[in-house]
């Protein structure tokens, strides 16, 4: 494809429907593969295309897109042509930050008698699905997300929009001193078992002065780099 440019990628993706497998092999690894989702402007407005690939194998039969704007809301992905690639197109605001995830292959008898864009439906097989959700190979932007017993957890891929809001307050920053956080373990009547907890003083803590309160749930995914919750306190 001489001087070719990825814009109206729409065009694009009907023209491959006719076009020779060789052409979407070199397509993917030169323009899209690594550079994904792809984001296109809708013209005369502030919303954005979001395109969405995914690279399946000669067994992949299906491609479900799990987005954190559409809930437990799974979206099947179109196959391109009569090729092993994926396609979904999403139109999102230009200031959105979020995760996404994929889920190939979906087996539907994992979830008999269940539809599966039912966000009611989903969320009680949640605990099902999500050992199987896979991060985008082509975005190297994730998130881990850990269940409450810190062993179980999934990646997410980032999706950023072009005017998300910037987050230079969970960047380090060497001027600025740095606090502690100290691990515990309280027992629970309610649950009737063992729950971490971490502690979080700044740099300037003084045991005889009085500080605001603030309860952070899901503690543990504070230690990530993904949510560096003591930097933004810090």
């Avoid at 809930?71 to 396609?87: E, M």
């Avoid at 008898?109 to 190979?137: M, V, W």
Wanted: some cysteine; charged content about 25%.
């Amino acid at each position: 494809i001489t001087g070719f440019k990825m814009q109206n990628i729409d065009a694009l993706l009907n023209d491959l429907k006719h076009a020779e497998s060789e052409s979407l092999i070199w397509l993917w690894n030169t323009h899209i593969h690594g550079n994904t989702p792809i984001i296109e402007k809708k013209n005369n407005t502030d919303t954005y295309f979001a395109y969405f690939f995914w690279q399946g194998e000669d067994n992949t039969e299906n491609v479900y897109l799990h987005c954190g704007v559409t809930g437990d809301k799974l979206t099947k992905l179109d196959r391109i042509a009569d090729s092993n690639y994926f396609v979904y197109k999403m139109e999102l605001p230009g200031e959105l930050r979020t995760l996404y995830s994929f889920l190939p292959n979906l087996d539907k008898t994992l979830i008999p008698d269940t539809d599966i864009n039912d966000p009611a439906a989903l969320s009680e097989i949640n605990n099902l699905l999500r050992p199987l959700f896979k991060p985008d190979p082509s975005n190297q932007m994730r998130q881990v997300l850990y269940d409450g017993d810190e062993k179980t957890y999934s990646v997410k891929s980032i999706i950023e929009m072009p005017h998300a809001e910037p987050q230079p307050w969970s960047l380090l920053e060497p001027r600025v001193p740095v606090g502690t956080v100290d691990p515990y373990t309280i027992k629970s009547k309610i649950l009737k078992q063992d729950r971490k907890i971490w502690i979080y003083k700044p740099c300037s803590y003084d045991s005889k002065s009085k500080y605001g309160l603030l309860l952070q749930f899901d503690g543990q995914c504070h230690q990530l780099p993904s949510i560096p919750l003591p930097t933004i306190l810090d």
